[in-house]
Nanobody
Framework: QVQLVESGGGSVQAGGSLRLSCAAS????????MGWFRQAPGKEREFVSS???????MYADPVKGRFTVSQDNAKNILYLQMSSLKPEDSAMYYC??????????????????WGQGTQVTVSS
């Protein structure tokens, strides 16, 4: 059974940092595109970042230069290092796997397996 489990969320002040982790079981993260998304209350889920099997990375414009996605294939964990956090970064953050796809798109429909999410709250 494939499971993605996010962790690392929490409450920080603006300007702070957090590192999110997404641990996979029953699935090899490096075998497909992996993505991070977020959803704030009352808003649609939105793309944050992705990494494909060749290591190509994409970021949403609002997080460019502040967030870094990486993957530890030995541990089978996907990370999202978030720095210079802003209140508008507050959201539930989800990792997702685009199983069967080696390259990534920003569209949610590409991703068929999702974790349960981890909450990030940034106070001003």
């Amino acid at each position: 059974q494939v499971q993605l489990v996010e962790s690392g969320g929490g409450s920080v002040q603006a300007g702070g940092s957090l590192r999110l982790s997404c641990a996979a079981s029953g699935y090899t993260l490096s075998s497909s595109c992996m993505g991070w998304f977020r959803q704030a209350p009352g808003k649609e889920r939105e793309f944050v970042s992705s990494i494909d099997t060749a290591g190509a990375i994409m970021y949403a414009d609002p997080v460019k230069g502040r967030f870094t996605v990486s993957q530890d294939n030995a541990k089978n964990i996907l990370y999202l290092q978030m720095s210079s956090l802003k209140p508008e970064d507050s959201a539930m953050y989800y990792c997702a796997a685009a199983r069967g796809w080696t390259y990534c798109l920003r569209s949610l429909s590409r991703y068929g397996k999702w974790g349960q999410g981890t909450q990030v709250t940034v106070s001003s």
